[in-house]
């Protein structure tokens, strides 16, 4: 009988664990999905910037 508990026990935090993944990738989308294409346009161009000087640092 203790056997069954344990497996209801560990299925149950399975499926809280899962829940709670969802709820991470769902937030991470919408903030995502909360940028204007300008806004990834300039973030972009400050990526390439940056990493254009930190290339010339190196050389």
Known sequence: MRKRRWWKVLGLAGVMGVAATGVVVA???????????EEIRARLKERVEGRDQAEGLRS
């Open 27 to 37: 937030r991470a989308e919408r903030r995502r999905r909360a940028y204007t294409p």
